[in-house]
């Protein structure tokens, strides 16, 4: 693992993001930021520029302008350092369907040049209860069961940040209780968290701050402590109607 | 430098496993060719005096047309499972990747392409051994391929690929596959490495282009 790019650093700074997709604005002059052991819940109506983000900040997707920097390591120039320091979960579990739960995280943890895999792999599978299914092929699998993979895929080379994409789908409520606890289980204390959802309870349950995207740019943000649901309900129905 | 190796090698093995299992590729490569090379016998055996001519051509065609195929479905399968992301999520760098899934792509073209030549033998009555006939090959098949896996990696964001990687595809390949057709005419006729090594040097070179250019273009093909 490498060193961070500076521990005093946020752990996601973003400034000015933009992204476009032909005549479509994704994201707008976005500014963002996470301190280090936060957890973040992003709300926002289905073309706000939630999924884009994410894929930006995974180094995924190219910004047209803007910058951002993920634990201290510039996004543009310091690509394959920033991979080391995020996992990242979305809609598809980005496995490969005629392997075994094993093979694909094996093959993840040799693209991460990970030491002692058999142990790493066993760590993350019991950590998101996938232990006795790692013998079975992913194709195989319930969706839940699929997203528990992704997720053991996700927490593999222990990533202090963690980008997740509406990580909730088709998980059942255990596999949801194991959200907040991956929150907290790095190796080297508790994870930062971006997380992208459109359910306000669950979202709510675990953020400590609560951002809310419209148009590409965030419209709202406040610490959990200071937002209750009906009023965030109310703000969150507001700028998704004048969302573009 | 390690972290790169290991990276290609992970990719190969991953592709292997992955094709082993499903035998998407391997079934639909093998048995396109097969029928191109009888269907191809069939309409020049009736005058033998043309098989010396019209033979490797044959032999190209059947080779291009369903390397084509498998090329397709280099980047087809990654992208329709979403693991394409994936990939890019690893610290692995982008030449990386290209390295792996083009030595992949190579390792199931050349293993088709040892499985035809024999069919080819037979059907032709030529001999398959010859270590001229084996350099052509597997030298056109390395530059043919360098540029399958860049257009497979573009033709995958397409919605009609199938079509999109032959119509991208084979015009940059025809100098590559027209120095084959040549160079095999003369290693079948067993002509002697002066006559036949203009073709071979084209190859290498197109080769070389073809790798250089190949590995540049994919950071930026690949990433949205």
């Known amino acids: ?244 | 430098m390690t972290g790169f190796w290991s990276a290609i090698a992970a990719i190969m093995w991953k592709d292997i496993l992955t094709e082993a299992r499903s035998k998407e590729v391997v079934t639909a490569v093998l048995a396109f060719a097969i029928l191109t090379l009888v269907i191809l016998n069939f309409a020049v055996n009736k005058d033998t005096s043309l098989t010396p001519v019209v033979a490797p051509g044959v032999l190209w065609v059947s080779f291009t047309f369903a390397g084509a195929l498998g090329l397709t479905r280099t980047f087809a399968l990654e992208k329709e499972r979403g693991s394409v992301e994936g990939l890019l999520l690893t610290p692995a760098g982008r030449d990386a990747i290209f390295a792996g899934k083009m030595l992949g792509g190579l390792a199931f073209m050349l293993a088709a392409e040892a499985a035809l030549l024999p069919f080819f033998a037979v059907l032709f009555d030529v001999s398959p051994f010859r270590p001229l006939l084996l350099l052509v090959v597997v030298l056109a098949t390395v530059g043919f391929v360098a540029v399958g896996t860049l257009f497979s990696a573009i033709a995958v964001n397409t919605r009609s690929r199938e079509i999109m990687l032959p119509m991208l595809f084979l015009p940059i390949v025809v100098p590559v596959v027209i120095a084959a057709v040549a160079a095999t005419g003369g290693a079948l006729e067993g002509k002697p490495w002066g006559e036949i090594a203009k073709w071979v040097q084209l190859i290498a070179v197109f080769d070389l282009l073809a790798l250089v250019f190949s590995a540049f273009a994919f950071e930026h093909v690949i990433q949205e």
């Open chain 1, 1 to 244: 693992m490498e060193e961070s790019g500076g521990r005093e650093a946020l752990a996601i700074h973003a400034s000015g993001l933009s992204k476009a997709y032909g005549p479509h604005l994704a994201l707008d002059g976005l500014d963002l930021s996470l301190p280090w052991g936060g957890f973040l819940t992003l709300f926002g109506p289905n073309g706000s520029g939630k999924t884009t983000l994410i894929k930006v900040l995974a180094t995924i997707a190219r910004p047209d302008s803007g910058e951002a920097a993920i634990a201290g390591y510039d996004l543009r120039k310091q690509p394959a350092a920033v991979r080391r320091n995020i996992g990242v979960v979305t809609h598809q579990p980005l496995l490969y369907a005629d392997l075994t739960c094993r093979e694909n995280l094996r093959f993840h943890g040799r693209m991460f040049g990970l030491k002692q895999l058999d142990e790493r792999i066993e760590q993350a599978a019991d950590t998101v209860g996938l232990r006795p299914h790692l013998s079975r092929r992913v194709g195989t699998l319930s969706h839940g069961l699929q997203k528990r993979a992704s997720l053991a895929r996700a927490i593999l080379h222990d990533p202090p940040i963690l980008l997740l994409d509406e990580p909730e789908t088709g998980l059942d409520q255990e596999a949801l209780d194991m959200l907040s606890a991956l929150a907290s289980a790095g190796e080297r204390g508790r994870r930062s968290v971006l997380m992208a959802t459109h359910s306000l309870e669950r979202g709510l349950a675990l953020c400590d701050r609560v951002a809310i995207l419209a148009g590409g740019r965030i419209a709202f943000q406040a610490e959990r402590a200071m937002v209750d649901e009906a009023t965030l309900r109310d703000t969150y129905a507001r700028h998704a109607r004048v969302a573009p």
